[in-house]
């Protein structure tokens, strides 16, 4: 795997002749950023236009990455929707990248995967015979199977029930560690347990919020992510922390 990059998206987008966001994000490199805001202010948008996805809207601007390489083949990108293909069982789902790319699946590495997202007894399943926790499970198995440098995870958590997700939020920190990742949230906890940068999004631009000093993931019970997360609900809710 090449050294992660760290990623430059300056510039402004807009959408019907219409302002989204004027915004400067830098994604450090070989760590987390959570990306926080508010519904429809252009969250995905920075994923889609840093993928190089359409967006509906025309941007004006760059991106860039620090090493000055394409990050063709260098993203792994886990969209809100699941994206698992109805016809293929889940082990074949989480496999598709490498049947895309004409490699030899790793079945051996696949099923291991499953066995981390808690879907062993389900892979020979289809996904319409899944919960849409499950679902989102396997979807999670095929970005992490994927062992890119940089990783965007669109609200990866979001179906899951408290439990799971905080043990997916550790899967992912652990497999992810060192790696580029921008995750998109609208979770101030998650946001505190998992950020080493933290980024609001508004029309206005993208301000950066203290993160606690200690490593992640940090613990849900840890005084420093309660304060985090607190300080970050009451100023997403416009109230004084
Ligand atoms: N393909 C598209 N064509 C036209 N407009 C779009 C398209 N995709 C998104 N938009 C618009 O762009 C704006 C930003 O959408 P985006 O999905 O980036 O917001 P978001 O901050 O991720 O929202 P949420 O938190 O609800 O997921 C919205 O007004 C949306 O309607």
């Not at 236009?49 to 991106?63: P, Q, R, Y």
């Not at 790793?106 to 289809?126: E, F, I, N």
């Not at 989102?136 to 990866?156: G, H, K, W």
Request: proline content about 9%; aromatic content about 4%.
């Amino acid at each position: 795997m090449t050294p992660p990059p760290a990623l430059h998206l300056v510039g402004q987008h807009q959408i019907d002749s219409r302002p989204l966001f004027d915004a400067d994000i830098t994604l450090p490199a070989g760590s987390w950023t959570c990306l926080l805001g508010p519904s429809g202010v252009g969250k995905s948008t920075v994923l889609r236009l840093m993928l190089g996805l359409e967006t509906g809207g025309v941007f004006a601007g760059t991106i860039s990455p620090s090493d000055g390489q394409p990050l063709d083949g260098r993203i792994s990108y886990m969209a809100q929707s699941d994206l698992l293909l109805p016809w293929l069982s889940v082990i074949d789902n989480i496999m598709i990248g490498d049947r895309l790319r004409g490699v030899p699946p790793d079945r051996d590495r696949a099923t291991d995967m499953l066995a981390r997202v808690g879907l062993a007894d389900h892979a020979q399943k289809k996904p319409l015979a899944l919960s849409g926790g499950m679902r989102q499970r396997a979807a999670l198995a095929r970005t992490l199977l994927e062992d890119r440098p940089v990783v965007f995870l669109d609200e990866p958590f979001s179906a899951l029930d408290a439990g799971t997700r905080a043990a997916m939020q550790e899967l992912a920190a652990e497999l992810l560690s060192g790696r580029t990742v921008l995750l998109v949230t609208h979770d101030p906890a998650e946001a505190a347990r998992l950020a080493d940068h933290i980024l609001i999004l508004s029309a206005e631009g993208a301000q950066s919020w203290p993160v606690p000093a200690t490593p992640v993931p940090r613990a849900i019970t840890a005084p420093e992510t309660w304060a985090c997360q607190s300080a970050l609900l009451s100023h997403l809710r416009g109230v004084p922390a």
